[in-house]
């Protein structure tokens, strides 16, 4: 599945203000809602989840396009989704486990890096469409995400079901499927979570999730 350029959304109406935000590079794309395993041992890093944890902060996941997650001069995406820590522990090999959980998307509108190396960016706000339940046609789509819940034993005290919102189950309808990382960002970037079901649908057929 690719989403072409014409099918992207531009920036909605009602984006907010920019703000300061501190950026996390990855491989992957983290959707609104979605849960973010880490594991920390750079030290910029390891600094920044201590100022989120020490402040409420949240700060920006954003899929490389050129890079590595360890290089400091990396290229990602424009848009990206907010994430706040949950959870953390020590892991045995000394790393800092940390859980997060997506929240609101944001396009960056001017980047910076930090003398430790931390990206930053000035970000805009992206609002997301009012809640509205999934039409009667993708009933089915719900019940297959409703299930791979229902099988996440370890998970399911972090997860927010909000399964009469299309926009949320078409997020986690993402997440079931091996969707290439450039794929799930055409995905984040529509704001009309109506088209991501449809586009979805004949997947979750295609890898018999449905």
Do not use: K
Request: aromatic fraction near 6%.
């Amino acid at each position: 599945m690719s989403v072409t350029p014409e099918q992207a959304d531009p920036t909605p109406a009602g984006a907010t203000p920019a703000q300061d935000l501190a950026l996390f590079p990855l491989g992957g794309v983290l959707l609104p809602g979605g849960l973010l395993p880490l594991r920390i041992f750079e030290p910029r890093y390891l600094d920044l989840i201590g100022r989120c944890l020490r402040q409420s902060d949240a700060f920006g996941v954003v899929l490389i396009t050129r890079g590595s997650e360890t290089d400091s001069a990396v290229r990602t995406a424009d848009i990206g989704t907010s994430a706040r820590v949950i959870d953390f522990q020590p892991m045995p090999d000394g790393l800092l486990g940390v859980l997060c959980r997506g929240e609101q998307r944001f396009r960056i509108l001017e980047r910076r890096q930090q003398a430790d190396g931390l990206n930053r960016a000035r970000v805009q706000w992206l609002p997301e469409p009012a809640p509205v339940p999934p039409a009667p046609q993708f009933a089915s789509l719900v019940t297959a995400v409703r299930e791979a819940i229902d099988s996440l034993i370890n998970s399911q005290r972090f997860i927010q079901p909000q399964y009469e919102d299309a926009g949320w189950v078409s997020h986690r309808l993402a997440e079931l499927l091996p969707l290439e990382p450039v794929v799930a960002q055409q995905l984040l970037e529509l704001n009309d979570p109506e088209r991501r079901l449809q586009l979805l649908a004949p997947l979750l057929e295609r890898h018999g999730l449905r």
